[in-house]
């Protein structure tokens, strides 16, 4: 039997299956990355819904996890070497899950630096904009009577989109075949168009191959489920 007592945001969140691997998740467009990567692999985990509406991951036992208070993060039981392994950061995650377990990241060399430069890309890029253009959307942000912000982060999200609508063009996949890079922007380009109510703003219908995409990896049963774990309470 495996043994997490080191790590004290069990004493929070408490491991019923200790011996499997442990998500502290919620489901945001970065939290489904970890939870969809997961369901994709079919490895053996237990999710912790930590709630971020109640500024749960800035108590001590997540800070002990991640001093960042962000989510997804995990512990993997059965790490390198057989110990216990802690571990934050969705594209680090991702990343480590693929080299974990040698799936949904290419073998050849030159492949896989390939992809993981994708993952990066949605980490520096993908993510950061299209959460600013929801803040000035639909949150706080859209309340400044200045919008020139609000424009700033239409233009940036409209060109990154442009960005994947060049690589997707012949392409089923962000790297040919579906990988961690995919997975890594589901969540992001789905939440642009949905939750953040900016299908029309950054024109969306007017591109091609990123609707086709995202058409595509919402249609895979794993990603459905991944949407939805943890279940919020």
Wanted: proline share 9%.
């Amino acid at each position: 039997m495996s043994d997490l007592s080191a790590f004290s945001i069990t004493q929070r969140w408490p491991a019923r299956h200790p011996e499997r691997l442990q998500l502290y998740s919620w489901p945001t467009p970065n939290g489904v990355k970890a939870s969809i990567m997961l369901e994709e692999l079919g490895l053996p985990y237990e999710p912790h819904a930590v709630d971020i509406g109640k500024n749960e991951t800035w108590g001590p036992e997540f800070l002990s996890l991640n001093p960042n208070g962000k989510i997804p993060a995990i512990i993997d039981p059965d790490g390198p070497g057989g110990k216990p392994l802690a571990l934050f950061e969705s594209g680090a995650i991702l990343v480590y899950l693929a080299e974990k377990t040698g799936r949904l990241i290419p073998a050849d060399p030159t492949a896989r630096w390939e992809t993981i430069q994708w993952v990066f890309f949605q980490m520096a890029a993908i993510g950061p904009m299209f959460g600013q253009l929801g803040f000035f959307h639909k949150f706080a942000g859209r309340e400044y009577e200045d919008k020139r912000p609000l424009q700033r982060y239409v233009a940036e999200s409209k060109r990154l989109l442009d960005v994947l609508e060049t690589r997707l063009e012949g392409r089923d996949w962000i790297m040919g075949e579906y990988s961690i890079a995919d997975i890594s922007m589901i969540g992001w380009v789905r939440n642009l168009i949905t939750f953040y109510e900016a299908r029309d703003l950054v024109e969306f219908d007017t591109l091609k191959n990123v609707p086709a995409w995202l058409e595509r990896a919402l249609a895979r049963p794993a990603v459905q489920r991944g949407l939805n774990i943890p279940a919020k309470p």
